[in-house]
């Protein structure tokens, strides 16, 4: 295993003292795993809290900060953090107007975030919560997890903070947290593995000549491996199931995520052959994102997502941002 | 021996952390399979906080003891196996309430209410290729060989062999549950992590009785 | 080689065709790689042109914008661009004051600029032009090419474009640039190395149990390999060479760089590390960056930056800056 | 044959072109060891921009040939190599001026001026493991043969063998110039890449004038 560490088991919280002196515009409890803002939104707005497994940094410590997150609570990697330590983020950013979680679709996510709404309410803090779902290469159905949360909740947090910011409720921030989930869908693909550092090696092994199609973003295998292929290919491997899945015609917001150790170069590159077969589909991209925002620790592939946009939403993406991760108009 | 008292389930806590503990890569390497790679660092990280939170002393009644391996896992762990495993504990006290010892059908009763806890939070269902496929048999087999007559120590021990058949059974089913699920046919032929852990569970409440026997 | 790519000998072309859909605010050149602003800055101000070899994304292309460079000239991978290219791009952005030219310190770059720069004053656009050479892991000598241009590229484009959008005159521009360079030295390590594209195979092999120290940005092999050592250890042996070349005690602009393949959560872990020695030190971090800024494609590792800051620099600094790769108060 | 006219000079060209493609991997495989891993792909590049050049004709005089090669490698490789060849070329053309073919003397001045161009624009000295660690040699050994009497074939092989002797020079050397001089003492044990390629380049011109000779 190769990596800029110490021990395994000290990578989270030092990693976090570099946020803290690297961010002094972020508080980082060191004891929680907890990322808040430093200087606190007005009292009276609704607080969006996310958090998850760590390794898919800049998500979500990387999104605190003005027009986006409240709180970021950082999980061992790829480990969704406790039910007490959500509680301690919620109760620290509530200003009164209730708190929304942020959940990516794990059960480990889920089971820990629904102990913590628990938690709050019977603290008298009201919390809302949306759970993400935006991966195609999973099926989604009653009988098993569903969905995946994947690429789509970083376009999610931003938009549902910059309504947060103009001081709309919790039921108003809620139900806008459902129509994003509701109209985006992603797609993942991997080159290499990642290397947990705990596990001191690579989660699963790929040939040389192979890759894996429909990935998640903790070293899941994918739903299947193939041949290594060209980039148009492999950009169509992406789109297609995402288009059969909605009906995306019409303005968008794409983004086009590296999964952690690839590089600029061929992320543009990808982003080129799906933004052709995108427009070639009816889907116009009004805005898109291209770079590394939800990682899988050193693992090498993309990931593409698409979201129906409409005006509204435009709107609140144009919105300023001031976190690590995402910046503008700020 | 027709009781076990909180020593006793004390004992198995505290042998279910070396266990865990000890097999901590094989569980990685199961969830490295079908999963994220982190069971064993889950169990062990999780196991270790509950040895260190008993390190004062057993609680002197058996819901406290319970109660608190319970909330340990739940805020040490994280993941699925934090919330499941620590309800477990948690339900199982409740259902055991402030005594100081638990006969046979007050041990099976106390295991149930923990397997309905992780039935209620994560709602597996038989053949999920989760932990429940190792739990429920060993629940089942454990009312079963009481039903029979059987001595307490011969019935935990007759649960561990069906936690462990049933952990074994997981191999070539199809995920529904858990991140195992995302693998859609390729999660066959894989041991469930938290199905391994669980048939550890019994295996050692086994022994801790057995132990206690001898 | 697992890249995102389809031919090797397309992926500049692809990939600038990617930054062309991705950033309507850029202009591209795709016939000269030549990267410029879609709005041109006012008449009378002197321009900024970078450029170099490509597969260090987002340098140079990712700083064309407000407040940083008005053009990038991307050369193939590791291949300084040619001097009519960079011509090209020279009488594109020159608003009747003067082009600064800034130039990393390799042979080929600094041979092509020099050409482009007599070609330039052939057609009478008055030229200044850096050289940046910070890298401490090569010794400067007279009769060598002394040392290499690294990091520090990153802060001078950003502080000297700040100086030219004020509207300094070219000479003073130089100046600045000139004292940036002065003040600032980096030193980088890889963990693994890179592969380039045309080549298929990384260019050096190591050991598992390896690291390089003193690594350049073209996948050039470092001054020695040691034993893979934590993160504490290699933080100092990246700090210690750039105290010993320069006094930084003081306040400083620190950049913790990543060589393209190492994540966020490894990054901010070094920061933390370097950090630490560089307070103890008497350096005073008064900015920083962590991130992939100046990369050498999917090579794994990270490099140091220290420059030496005072009001004007840290004034410079804090300006606005709108481009994809660095933007803030914009 | 005592002098060279366009067309073999049009030929030593196409020849180098054609041998640098063919050792483009070789070449890149030095420039890993010791640089960046493209000497091969520059000059391939380079060298096919060339040809595309001339494939509409040669030009009828000397110096538009060589400048039109000089000016194509400087426009179309970059790197080191780009400025340093098309240097080369560009002043050997100068030196000729319009004349439609070379004489023994006349191409060992030509060639000289180009080496001097070289040197212009890089400011390499002997044992610096660059390029001219190849081309000082055989441009040397050019004049010497002529010197001595030798026939203009006889002297551009003798020219070769030179070249050829000094790139395998280069091997022990630590490098002062170019990328290689990053790596300090490591760069010693490995052949300079340009010189590699400008053995090939007078390898080149002696196959041309022999060939025209035959
Ligand atoms: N819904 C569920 N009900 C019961 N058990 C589950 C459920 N989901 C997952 N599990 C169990 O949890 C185990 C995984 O635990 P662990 O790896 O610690 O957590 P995570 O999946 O969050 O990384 C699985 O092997 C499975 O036995
Ligand atoms: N200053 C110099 N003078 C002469 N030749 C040089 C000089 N610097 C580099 N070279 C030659 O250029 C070769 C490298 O060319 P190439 O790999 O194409 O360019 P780059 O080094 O820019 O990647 C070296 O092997 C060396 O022979
Ligand atoms: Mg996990
Ligand atoms: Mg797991
Ligand atoms: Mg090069
Ligand atoms: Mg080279």
């Known amino acids: 295993m190769k990596k800029l560490i110490n021990a395994p088991e000290d990578v989270l919280v030092e990693s976090l003292k570099g946020v803290a002196l690297a961010h002094p515009e972020l508080s980082v409890d060191l004891e929680n795993h907890v990322i808040t803002r430093a200087t606190p939104k007005a009292q009276g707005k609704v607080a969006i809290v996310s958090g998850g497994g760590s390794g898919h940094e800049p998500l979500h410590g990387g999104f605190v900060g003005t027009g986006m997150l409240d709180a970021a609570v950082a999980g061992e990697v790829f480990t969704s953090p406790t039910p007490d330590r959500v509680q301690v983020a919620t109760k620290a950013v509530d200003r009164g107007a209730g708190v929304l979680h942020i959940v990516k679709n794990y059960t480990g996510d889920v089971l820990n975030f629904e102990m913590a709404a628990e938690l709050a309410s019977m603290e008298g803090i009201e919390v809302g919560s949306i759970t993400v779902d935006d991966d195609v290469a999973v099926q989604d159905s009653l009988y098993t997890a569903g969905r995946r949360g994947v690429g789509l909740t970083v376009l999610l947090e931003k938009i549902v903070g910059a309504a947060a910011e103009e001081g709309r409720d919790l039921a108003a921030v809620v139900e806008l947290a459902k129509k994003v989930n509701g109209q985006g869908r992603s797609m993942g693909m991997a080159l290499t593995s990642c290397t947990v550092p705990a596990a001191g090696k690579p989660t699963f092994d790929l040939p040389d000549d192979q890759m894996e199609i429909g990935i998640g973003i903790h070293g899941e295998p994918g739903r299947h491996r193939e041949p290594l292929a060209p980039a148009s290919d492999i950009a169509r491997q992406l789109v297609e199931p995402i288009l059969a899945d909605i009906d995306a015609a019409g303005p968008a917001i794409v983004m086009l995520n590296g999964m952690g150790a690839t590089p600029l170069i061929e992320l543009y590159l990808m982003y080129g052959e799906v933004a052709a077969i995108l427009e070639k589909s009816g889907v116009q991209i009004a805005r898109n994102l291209v770079g590394n925002y939800i990682t899988s620790l050193d693992m090498a592939g993309c990931s593409v997502t698409v979201l129906k946009a409409d005006d509204e939403l435009l709107r609140l993406w144009d919105a300023p941002v001031n976190t690590p991760g995402l910046r503008w108009g700020a | ?214």
Chains 1, 3 share one sequence.
Not at chain 2, 37 to 43: E, F, I, L, R, Y
Not at chain 2, 44 to 56: D, H, I, N, P, W
Request: cysteine-free.
């Open chain 2, 1 to 214: 021996m027709a009781a076990i008292d909180t020593a006793v389930l004390g004992d198995w806590v505290s042998r279910f952390g070396t266990a865990v503990t000890e097999k901590r890569d094989w569980l990685t390497e199961l969830d490295s399979a079908i999963g994220d790679a982190d069971h064993g660092a889950n169990m062990a990280r999780g196991m270790s906080a509950v040895a260190e939170k008993l390190s004062a002393g057993t609680p002197a009644t058996v819901d406290d003891l319970l109660k608190t391996v319970g909330m340990t896992l739940v805020s040490s762990v994280g993941g699925a196996s934090g919330p499941l495993y620590g309800t477990f504990f948690l339900r199982m006290g409740m259902a055991a309430g402030p005594v100081t010892e638990l006969d046979g059908p007050g041990l099976a009763a106390a295991l149930r209410a923990g397997l309905d806890g992780i039935v209620a939070r994560g709602k597996a269902e038989a053949g999920d290729k989760t932990m429940f496929d190792a739990m429920a048999p060993g629940v089942d087999a454990l009312d079963a060989a009481l039903g029979d007559g059987a001595s307490l120590a011969d019935a935990v021990r007759a649960a561990a062999e069906a936690a462990a058949t049933g952990r074994d059974a997981t191999m070539p089913l199809v995920a529904r549950k858990g991140r195992a699920s995302y693998l859609g046919e390729r999660s066959a032929g894989h041991l469930d992590p938290g199905a391994a852990s669980t048939a550890i569970l019994f295996d050692t409440l086994a022994a801790a009785v057995a132990g206690s026997a001898g």
